[in-house]
Antibody, heavy 117, light 107 residues
Framework: QVQLQESGPGLVKPSETLSLTCTVS??????????WTWIRQSPGRGLEWIGY???????NYNPSLESRVTISMDTSKNQFSLQLNSVTAADTAVYFC?????????WGQGTLVTVSS | DIQMTQSPSSLSASVGDRVTITCRAS??????LVWYQQKPGKAPKSLIY???SLQSGVPSRFSGSGYGTDFTLTISNLQPEDFATYYC?????????FGGGTKVEIK
């Protein structure tokens, strides 16, 4: 199983863009083994699947967030990233990057992002 | 989206008790269900996959059952380290969706 580590700002202002990166070790993002995934968790919304990117570059997003979210990957750095635009306080959550393969999700440790001015 | 409804949302139990948590899907998800355990400040940990298969390294006191829309997680002989929050998750269809969680507390 690959290891995953999230990084990025812990505080984002309302209306700005949340940007997080997930660094993958013990494997390569340039593989069809996994869907490279973002999931978030907040007291109000529980666990919420945000979306994934596949090694081909194709992405799939939660319809509830699709208008504001972009997931991309950088094979040279073995990373994938999340951008969430026009954030509000409702986007405050712990964000997890994950490797999904059917019934098996491997999780990063998570990073708390707070949206506040 | 497939809605996952867990019950109860919380329960109190004693060490040695048998605990049952249920999860209902808003449509047929075959056996494509995972149960997780989560402790504060940690990522969820998979316990059961495909509704009833025990994840490697997970104690046999954890078991899962169900098919279609109704699923159950049972913890027999509850241990101190089992006090945590439990979630179900379907992977039959995107978007993946999770139950609201069941917090198992010490009585």
């Amino acid at each position: 199983q690959v290891q995953l580590q999230e990084s990025g700002p812990g505080l984002v202002k309302p209306s700005e863009t949340l940007s997080l990166t997930c660094t993958v070790s013990g494997g390569t993002v340039n593989t069809g083994l996994y869907y490279w995934t973002w999931i978030r968790q907040s007291p109000g919304r529980g666990l919420e699947w945000i979306g994934y990117i596949y090694f081909t570059g194709s992405a799939n997003y939660n319809p509830s967030l699709e208008s504001r979210v972009t997931i991309s990957m950088d094979t040279s750095k073995n990373q994938f990233s999340l951008q969430l635009n026009s954030v509000t306080a409702a986007d405050t959550a712990v964000y997890f990057c994950a490797s999904e393969r059917g019934s098996n999700i491997g999780w990063g440790q998570g990073t708390l992002v707070t949206v506040s001015s | 989206d497939i809605q996952m409804t867990q019950s109860p949302s919380s329960l109190s139990a004693s060490v040695g008790d048998r605990v049952t948590i249920t999860c209902r899907a808003s449509q047929d998800i075959n056996r494509w269900l995972v149960w997780y355990q989560q402790k504060p400040g940690k990522a969820p940990k998979s316990l059961i996959y495909d509704a009833s298969s025990l994840q490697s390294g997970v104690p046999s006191r954890f078991s899962g059952s169900g098919y279609g829309t109704d699923f159950t997680l049972t913890i027999s002989n509850l241990q101190p380290e089992d006090f945590a929050t439990y979630y179900c998750q379907q992977h039959h269809r995107y978007p993946l969706t999770f139950g609201g969680g069941t917090k198992v507390e010490i009585k």
